[in-house]
């Protein structure tokens, strides 16, 4: 009798696939770090809010996308970005 796990153990896993597909806007910016000071790149990953959009949205690996976050917290912090976007 096949288990449950046995199933779908054939089937390619759905990430990895999408993340061939997809192409990065990161990698299209081509630089190493995210600068707190590069605000048009920045605003390129905010939400209209203010938010900082997830991974899934921006296509960027795992420690680009913290980079970017601290990035934001900076020039947050600074006060050359905003904390809450336009009403």
Do not use: C, W
């Not at 795992?62 to 912090?77: F, G, N, T, Y």
């Not at 905003?82 to 009403?87: D, L, M, S, T």
């Amino acid at each position: 009798m096949a288990r449950a796990n046995d199933a779908g153990a054939s089937t390619p896993r759905r990430g990895r696939r999408d993340d061939r597909a997809r192409p990065r806007k990161y990698t299209r910016i081509n630089s190493e770090a995210v600068d707190y000071k590069d605000l048009n790149l920045l605003r390129r990953f905010l939400s209209d809010k203010g938010k900082t959009r997830g991974r899934r949205v921006t296509g960027l690996s795992r420690k680009h996308q913290r980079q970017l976050s601290v990035a934001v917290k900076r020039a947050r912090e600074i006060a050359l970005l905003p904390y809450v976007g336009e009403r």
